[in-house]
């Protein structure tokens, strides 16, 4: 028998420079390069067809065109050119997108032309999007250097969470957000729409939801079908999350007898401003709470055509639990020990009304007791072994502890967490495939749709390689290097995390030059974890326009600058990092009218300060060895500039902690 | 009887540094500041209302949050806070907005709230806009000086031409356009629609004019209504244009029998590719043209409601009228002497069209013949002297000549035109009256949707200050001082000519470093006037992807070198001086291996070269005095770096000429 397609022959990746996030689980690379001109209008779609298969095509068109500049050439005359790619989709992919589907694709591309194979259009979504990353400009012009590609997830559940209920994020977000998770192969929204700080999605069931619950912040129905159509286009899923029992006050704005409080009477309650956990949470003793849940997950069971359906119930303090007489009662009277049970036997009761309108559940870690169905999944923020305690009870899971985007780590942080390794390394084969991916949360209480692009964007990108990627591509420099061309490629699809970043930049200078702001916020980072939560109060009204809110999670600077330090041997080397040292140092004088006119940038003064001293030891450092006192008294300055300061750290200090030890 | 408001006196404008764009007629400096916060949501409409208003208070909301990163409080509980600014709105504006109006308002701020007052709510939108832009950050935080305006336009036609013809824009290019225009008080929109190049717009009565015209480009008549209405939101008349009987290859392709081409058959014609100007042109002689015409303009005519209607009118070669004998048997029957008479034929045909249908009409300089009506009014591509012409002829006027956003000049030199300028100055002031205003024509041979906001922001800012402010405003440096803060306003409005620069900076370096790119596109700016389509052949599919489409028109770097020069007299100045050429002199070396490995790039290699080389001789003028020889050979040198390369001018020569004629 012959084989249906030539022997692949894994060549080490390093001999074929690409920019392809995620890394394709197999590359062989070919002699040549296709060219791209106006001729790629002509991209021909064979096998299979369908509208989005179509749409696919010319969105295809338009980015090349974005990407090089190139004006696609509409059809003129009766003879089209050759096309430069041919697309064959074998069969359709299931009416509603799952989670079981085959997402494979086979790219080739030589010099006379390309050819995309996919079993289903999810493939061809893919190896599209494989085919735009190729692109990339030489010395001959815009083009594709030949290589054969055969691809396939690790992971068949690749998610970004977005809260769109602490702030509102309108459509447009969503719908860009959407692109860009295209972009790298991301195959699941989740779409976090209540809150105690909100109620984001209309209910013509329940209207006082939105009408009393969002400040008139809430997605139409219309626009929900609009949302899912343009995810569905894109390859991607989508799947509400309505959390509870907890998370729920917004709800109980418009429906007080859903809430737990004791009598005489629950409520009245106010859309929470604040940030953290709060006692309200959803009656479980009362059958009225299930009949309102039946009818509403009806209502937005038939809305989602996603086979799950999220119902958070993480975070119940228990606390009006506890204080109502009447649920103490119902606990005693039937057996239940504790909140923790009680809560239990709201998930079940939840849990049969989700699968009663054709759905299956899914949820944090806290839904997961002894006796629940096993077509259940468990979103788990609590971390690799809690999933394979889940997998050994026979549940299927997915990861999002360690893929936080609010939390102000770097990319190569995120990088680093595998949904198998910690906890669930040792599984066996059969119990891992419960764990079916993972998903990025980005919680919403320091995010605004200024902000969003530049939250979520470059550094999800690197999370959707963790997901796809075969699990041995873990090379955090060679991942930086492609994270950057991914993040370009981004910017011409229409997401602003690089403009909204020089934006701010602007704003917080004032009428002051830019420049020596951009030189403190190219060389600081976000406090980590919750440590901006707790250093100051913040509520959804606090302006989110400082410098920690421009300043990035990940510094190209740093890692450039502590790179330098690092394999510093040639004079090159030496006279860079001098030059770095020196901008900093001299950047305080330069800023110090800009911090002296600008509200917003006077807190960080300090940091500025520091900045310039520990540049200057960087450079005395590079001048010879010192004594130890001179050793002593910058380790010392050092280390007060490693304090955080307007919940900012000074990413750079570790680097030029390196020279000044070097000089002992 | 006692003044209905406080005296004015004139203060100096410089006593009161504002960013103010266009500056405001009378401006008298208050004391104290108006604390901008999250109360602003509370602006207060009173006097007469209208949707149009609401939307205007909710978008002002909207554009101070985006400004300041401030997010504005919904109404919670049910006292409001006062209101930061309370808006009186006296009467209507005109149901279709008109040249006549009445555009005046008065803006009153202290520390304790402001006021806008307006006869009709086109002055509040001005006046809006003008709160908008006092917004400033100090030390205090985010405010607006305490301040009073009275302020009212010089002209009542204020107009942007954009071509969508030779390019197509969709509609979202067209409405971000329309919020940069309402930005800076321009209030017509000048939509040039049909070319030889494209038909651009949905006709329900000629229909193969977009089916066969326009590549599927063209917007619907619920788009043209769409963006109709965007604009009267807004403030912002919109004129359609549709130019005959030349520059109309686009209608033929469609309906070949309204050209003038000679027997036996007229066409088939083509989709025009090219630039330039062309034969075909509607036949002038045939009643059947004119039946189509007042079909056409009758179905157009309703769709626009503004007063007037454009019908071009411009470049008519004459070829097809020449070469074809029943066009010259009629002209000899009617004693029609040449083309120019036989073009006043059919623009008086096309006039009386125009006017039965409810309409003005408007065109090009060509239009006006002598025994023309005196409700025409003329668009004068030619210059002051023909608007001159025209007024003493008694037909009105605005001016289009000097303000060629396509022809690359400086936002100075657009500023430095004025409509009553030149062959104007010496109408009486009853003619002069007759010079309505002005447009600025964005004509889009070389610009994409990509270009557009780079090739129309923010240079356009300048030249409706021409159009607003009084005719003594001419100092171009405060022009350009301001304007970068007006640049600043219009990125939070969504523009993109900031960001786009840096994304075809980027796409131009590859997988290379952007900075040495910049450093080069930094100090080019485009070749003048008409010199780019002499310099090769270009036409519809010509990528504009180059440096040249990146390199802007003003060089904020070269002003600012060119001011240092000028009156350098510090060791500081001298210093900075010397940063500049010393990056200048390196960048050379930086940039080749990207000039090697970029196709785009490879082209300007030799003016990379000449960066270098000029920057040498300026570091080496800075050093002291120098002999005539050396003095003859850097001048050779200047002379050859002055050549336009790769269409591009170093626009740094003239300053570094300067220094070393300074060393003589």
Redesign the interface.
Known sequence: MMPKAPVFLMAPLALFAH?LMPVPAKLQPGAGRLRID?NFAFVQLTGYREPRLEAAAARLVEHVA??????M??AIGKHAPEAPLIVYCDHASAPVQTAQEDESYRLTVTPMGARLDAPNPLGVLHGMETFLQLI???????GVPAVMIEDHPRFPWRGLMLDVARHWFPLADVKRTLDGMAAVKLNVFHWHLSENQGFRIESQRFPKLQELGS??EYYTQDQVRDAIAYARERGIRVIPEFDMPGHTTAWFVGYPELASAAPPAPGPYQIERQWGIFDPAMDPTREETYQFLDAFIGEMAALFPDEYFHIGGDEVNGKQWDANPSIQAFMRAHGIKGNEELQAYFTRRVEAIVEKHGKKMIGWDEILSKDMPHNILVQSWRGQKALADAARQGVGGILSNGYYLDLGYSAAHHYAVDPLGEGAADLSEEQKRLVLGGEACMWSEFV?P?LLDTRVWPRMAAIAERFWSTQNVTDAADMYHRLG?VS?DL??LGL?H??EY???L??LA??GPVAPVRTLADVVEPVKDYAREAARPYD??????RLI?AARPDSETVRRFAALVDHRQTAGDIQEIREYLTLWRDNHARLAPIL?????L?EDAELSKDLSAIAEAGLEALDGKHDPAWIAEKTALLDRAKQPKAELLLSVEPAIRKLVEAAR
């Open positions: 920019d106006r974005r990407k090089t500049g190139i004006p050439a509409p990339n400009l030489d010395a001959s012009g815009f400040d008139g605004t200024e061309a370009r910017e011409w602003a690089v403009s020089e934006k701010m602007a704003r004032g009428a959804r009204f606090s302006p989110l326009n809110d002296a006119s600008s509200a917003l006077a």
